[in-house]
């Protein structure tokens, strides 16, 4: 696979740039280019919060209406792991387990650079890959898996990622998540990635009541058509990661408030509210070093750097 299918989620050029980045600063100011319902470009207000009896028929449509707002906010939403083929893809949502992607971004161009293939990290020196990939700890466990999967697809598939879940799942440190990330964004398959960001956001919003992983995926599956599910959840994930926030969520500054049963457990004002913005959102570097041409942020810096 190329580098061409790593951007493949959005990229539109430079001209789409523009507008993206547009849409981004909008919404981080609670404009109303965040979708219908808000078009004088006022700050977000709360609606009425949906009747605590909300039928399953009308929670759906308010989770699709969330949905086709967030594909406005967020046209450049993207897996937000830098790779250029399945295989490194794989390996860097491995890494990923607790941690940021930033961190991971910032170790793969050393990591890859020494073991670009299953073969060549099948047979690592465990010392030496465990001392590159240590920013992003957890570091001895995670080299027994990078080793262990790399050797599966060496003897097993030819040294090539296979691109079915029930072979991914096989792999040693691959779970579904894992294997929902690389179907979805290296081989087109769709699929819901259940993460930290998507379980704590589809909960707020009432889509489902359920923890485990795999129930909160069946769940939300049944909302959706299969073609959104892999960009449903970039876009939920961005959104998690730059307004909706865990602690301190930017209600003040989120283009979806009006739809969201949870509006006031963050900040409301409008002003504070936007202090609180990650990303793109808040002017800053996104998590990618090498992020698409359509995203309207700056790249991540390398590691070391700055």
């Known amino acids: 696979m190329s580098g061409d299918r790593d951007s493949a989620v959005g990229e539109q050029g430079a001209r789409s740039k523009g507008k993206a980045a547009k849409r981004a600063t909008d919404a981080a100011a609670g404009n109303a280019a965040a979708g219908p319902g808000r078009r004088s470009g006022a700050p977000a207000k709360r609606s009425a919060k949906p009747a605590k009896q909300e039928s399953h028929l009308a929670m759906v449509r308010r989770a699709r209406r969330i949905n086709r707002e967030l594909a406005e906010v967020y046209p450049y939403a993207h897996p937000e792991l830098d790779f250029r083929n399945p295989f490194e893809l794989l390996v860097a949502t491995v890494l990923s387990a607790q941690t940021t992607d930033l961190r991971v971004n910032q170790t793969t161009p050393a990591l890859f650079a020494a073991y670009p293939t299953p073969e060549d990290m099948a047979a690592a020196v465990p010392e030496k890959l465990e001392e590159i990939i240590r920013p992003t700890g957890f570091f001895r466990a995670k080299a027994r898996s990078l080793m262990g999967l790399s050797a599966a697809l060496r003897d097993d598939f030819g040294g090539e990622v296979p691109g079915r879940l029930a072979d991914l799942v096989k792999l040693p440190g691959v779970g579904r998540k894992t294997a929902n990330v690389v179907l979805g964004n290296a081989f087109g398959v769709p699929g819901i990635t259940v993460d930290t960001h998507f379980g704590r956001l589809v909960r707020r919003w009432k889509w489902t009541e359920q923890e485990d992983p795999e129930k909160v995926e069946a769940e939300i599956a049944a909302i959706f058509p299969k073609s959104e ?32 049963p949870a509006y006031g457990e963050g900040e409301t004002d409008p002003e504070k509210a936007k202090k609180l913005l990650k990303y793109e959102m808040g002017g800053r570097p996104g998590q990618r070093l090498s992020p698409p041409p359509d995203y309207p942020g700056s790249p991540a810096p390398p590691l070391g750097a700055g």
């Open 229 to 260: 599910w892999t960009m449903l959840s970039h876009r939920v994930v961005f959104h998690g990661r730059r307004i909706c926030h865990s602690r301190k969520p930017a209600c003040g500054a989120c283009p979806i408030a009006g739809l969201c």
